[in-house]
């Protein structure tokens, strides 16, 4: 197919949003040119902002989505919220297509009593903070409790664990803001108690991100043998997969393991807990939980704590002007085109996390994001081909609105300060964490 240019625009900037450039920029005869909008200075998404500092080999993606974004035929623009700055319905009257790969960014809520109290934050706000997003407040942790609760037996959960038992040294090997060291680095935090509400057999982390906690430094994890025997007389899951069986075992180990001295911190695991509400009146001081397993009987108790977290997963937020469903917190589509009821919205399509819901891993954005791009093709080959106008883009307007759009150039001089700003203290790398501290460098020349 040839031509004029086919425009896209994709909103989001994350793996998702990353590989759908890439797909449609790759794709012979397309003609595609692409403009990706990320409502943040930076880009990258998740992989920024999401994956754990600690975890730098996958974090490196960071240099293959930079080649995509370096791409003739992709633009970054970032600092660009769709949907305020710029209108959806104003991308669609300028696009041939517009693809919506914003993730899911908001946490899932507990609701439960007391769940607003001081003293009860999520996971998606912790980990923006350690992570340096500009939308997390710099002050906003203050780390001065003994004992944490994290809710939740998933990889967010083990992340935020795993975080709060860094050693100072061990913190200076990531790329998080040095005020965040300094915090966690002074940390009172000495106990933390992980708690599911199901048998150890269904927790959702992986064996690979329990057994790091071994790798802590002097740090003990200590599992309770009855949540396990308990586990078994339930039946666990009807049929246990290979990696839960491996997960059973590296869980049986911390419970076999021999206590050695005063370790610095605990992480301790406590299943079969549900919660019912926190326990406090200025403050949360307790999470109040019904204990339940197999042959016992309901017991109610509270575990007592000052800082406590929910980790109970993210969900997608709505897109002014488009389609949403708030139970999945999901764009609703046939095959990644979006459905307006009974109706396909015509040129919009959806890839990733707000398409399917917060599942996967990074390349299955990859697979999400080829699926995407063959329903565009596919209408693009069928579609009537009337005369079209030329490209309006929409820089100009968003510049005469007053917004500093950050094309790539820009990012690269914040990349740039980023690195530079780690060499005085040894690192390799020191996360910008202010959004005005990033536009000023993005404008500087």
Known sequence: MSGAAFHVAVVGSGPSGAYVAQELSEQAGLNAVVDVYERLPVPFGLVRYGVAPDHQRIKSIVGSLAEIFAHPRVRFLG???????????????????????????????????????????????????????????????????????????????????????????????????????????????????????????????????????????????????????????????????????????????????????????????????????????DCARGLRVIRRGPGRAEADEVLPAQFFVRSVGYRGLALPGLPFQPDTGTVPHTEGRVMDGTEQLAGVYVAGWIKRGPSGVIGTNKQDAVATVAAITEDRARAAKPPRQAFQDPVGLLRERGIDVVEWSAWQRIDAAEEIAGRPLGRGRVKLHERGRMLSVASAR
Not at 207 to 222: A, H, I, P, Y
Not at 257 to 281: D, L, Q, S, W, Y
């Open 79 to 281: 600092n660009v919220r769709v949907g305020t700055d710029i209108t959806f319905d104003e991308l669609r009257r300028r696009y041939d297509a517009v693809v919506v790969a914003c993730g899911a960014s908001a946490d899932r809520r507990l609701s439960i009593p007391g769940e607003d109290l001081p003293g009860v934050a999520s996971a998606t706000d912790f980990v923006a903070w350690y992570s340096g997003h500009p939308d997390a407040a710099v002050d906003r942790f203050a780390l001065t409790a003994e004992s944490a609760v994290i809710i939740g037996v998933g990889n967010v959960a083990l992340d935020v664990a795993r975080m709060l038992c860094r050693t100072s040294d061990e913190l200076r090997r990531t790329d998080v803001p040095q005020h965040v060291v300094d915090v966690l680095a002074a940390s009172t935090v000495r106990e933390i108690l992980v708690v599911g509400r199901r048998g150890p057999a269904h927790a959702k982390f992986s064996n690979k991100e329990l057994g790091e906690l071994r790798e802590l430094s002097d740090t003990e994890v200590l599992v309770d043998p009855d949540d396990l025997a308990d586990d078994r007389a339930a039946g666990g899951p009807a049929q246990e997969s290979p990696s839960t069986r491996r997960m059973l075992a590296t869980l049986r180990g911390y419970a076999a393991g021999t206590p050695a001295g005063t370790p610095r911190r605990t992480v301790r695991f406590a299943f079969f807990r549900t919660p019912v509400a926190f326990v406090g009146e």
